[in-house]
């Protein structure tokens, strides 16, 4: 696999599209970070790691709203491996006017575009989420 992430992201828009409840994704740190910005931002229900023989497993709780409907309208990777995308605090994007929210990877840790800008901090965008 040439992009893990992406492949999480996948795993979670084609779970939404096809309605279920929990999507498993093949464990690593970032990932792990990844997941739990999300759930913190409350576009996931629940994040659980499991073992699954003998590999790590994140196990995502989708959330809907009342109405079965996806909280998640549109997720997308920015960066790519084969093409990298860098921001500084000030070009950092405000996705649907503050509606949705864009991720980072900075020197400082994961996080959301709002934490980074009050941090001061840029980094490598890595997705966003609306």
């Known amino acids: 696999m ?4 992406a492949d999480m992201l996948s795993r979670i828009r084609n779970g939404l599209i096809a309605g ?4 498993s994704i093949p464990s690593s740190q970032f990932k792990t970070e990844l ?4 759930k913190e931002q409350g576009y996931l229900a629940g994040v659980k790691m499991t073992e699954d023989s ?10 809907y709203t009342p109405d ?3 909280v998640i309208k ?3 990777r920015i960066s790519k491996p084969s093409r990298r995308v860098y921001v ?3 070009e950092i994007p405000r996705i649907k006017g503050g509606l949705g929210i864009c ?3 900075t020197s400082k840790g994961i996080m959301t575009g709002s934490e980074a800008r009050s941090q001061g901090v840029g980094g490598e965008l890595i997705c966003s989420i609306l």
């Open 2 to 5: 040439t992009d893990p992430i």
């Open 20 to 23: 279920h409840k929990t999507v």
């Open 35 to 38: 997941a739990r910005i999300l």
């Open 54 to 63: 003998g590999w790590k497993v994140i196990n995502v709780d989708l959330a």
């Open 68 to 70: 079965k409907e996806s």
């Open 74 to 76: 549109e997720i997308k």
């Open 88 to 90: 500084n605090k000030a």
């Open 103 to 105: 991720v980072l990877s």
